[in-house]
Each structure stands twice: as structure tokens, then as C-alpha cells.
């Protein structure tokens, strides 16, 4: 089992940036593919971004093409977001997810896929 921890959320004016990080404890974090996913108030949780456990394949949803950025760093336990020229529309709290990936390249974009998730970080743009 892993156990997640995001931080790095704020607010923060249209246009500004931010960057979130996900630290894991427990089992082998390279076993594990990663995603980030967001939830405004009243609307379902859909994916941002996902990676893979050899950082070999990203994947972006269309909204954040561009602007946002993951990466991992396996030595450290540690899933980031690099959130570029922030609009309004990306207000929304922020979690990671992982789950274990028999191969180093396999990542989802399905929030059913992902067993382990953090407890969020609210992220706010201010227009």
C-alpha cells in the first residue's frame, strides 16, 4: 500500500503559476503509475495528467496542453505539477492518484483505474 500527500496548492492571480507535489511513502514508488486529477465544486473528478512509472509516457488532457507539466523523480518519492499561465477555470482541488503497473510505460486516464489517492490540494485563480 501507498500512502499520498499532496502540497503546493494556493491562490493565485490568472496568468501566475504553481507547482504541486505528491509525496509517497510506503511501497516501491517506481512500481506505481501516476496521475493528477481535479475536481471543481459540483462537477466529477476527471484527469489532468498521467505518467508513467518510467516517466517514458505522459498523457494531458486538452485544457491543460501546454500549460501544465508532470513529472516524477523516483529517487525522491515524488509526483509534481507544474501549473503554467493559470486561468479561472482551473479552480479546483487537485489530487494525485497511483496504482501498480505491471509495465514501465502503462498509464490511464480512468479515476477507476488508480487504488491509492491524497487527500487533495486546493488550488484557486483569481480573474
Known amino acids: 500500500q501507498v500512502q499520498l500527500v499532496e502540497s503546493g496548492g494556493g491562490l493565485v492571480q490568472a496568468g501566475g503559476s504553481l507547482r504541486l507535489s505528491c509525496a509517497a511513502s510506503?511501497?516501491?514508488?517506481?512500481?506505481?503509475?501516476m496521475a493528477w486529477f481535479r475536481q471543481a465544486p459540483g462537477k466529477e473528478r476527471n484527469v489532468v495528467a498521467t505518467?508513467?512509472?518510467?516517466?517514458?509516457?505522459?498523457y494531458y488532457t486538452d485544457s491543460v496542453k501546454g500549460r501544465f507539466t508532470i513529472s516524477r523523480d523516483n529517487a525522491k518519492n515524488t509526483l509534481y505539477l507544474q501549473l503554467n499561465s493559470l486561468k479561472p477555470e482551473d479552480t479546483a482541488v487537485y489530487y494525485c492518484?497511483?496504482?501498480?503497473?505491471?509495465?514501465?510505460?502503462?498509464?490511464?486516464?480512468?479515476?477507476?483505474?488508480?487504488?491509492?489517492w491524497g487527500q487533495g490540494t486546493q488550488v484557486t485563480v483569481s480573474s
Open positions: 505518467i508513467s512509472r518510467n516517466s517514458g509516457r505522459t
Open positions: 492518484a497511483a496504482n501498480v503497473a505491471n509495465r514501465p510505460e502503462t498509464t490511464w486516464s480512468a479515476a477507476s483505474r488508480y487504488n491509492y
Open positions: 510506503g511501497r516501491i514508488f517506481n512500481h506505481y503509475a
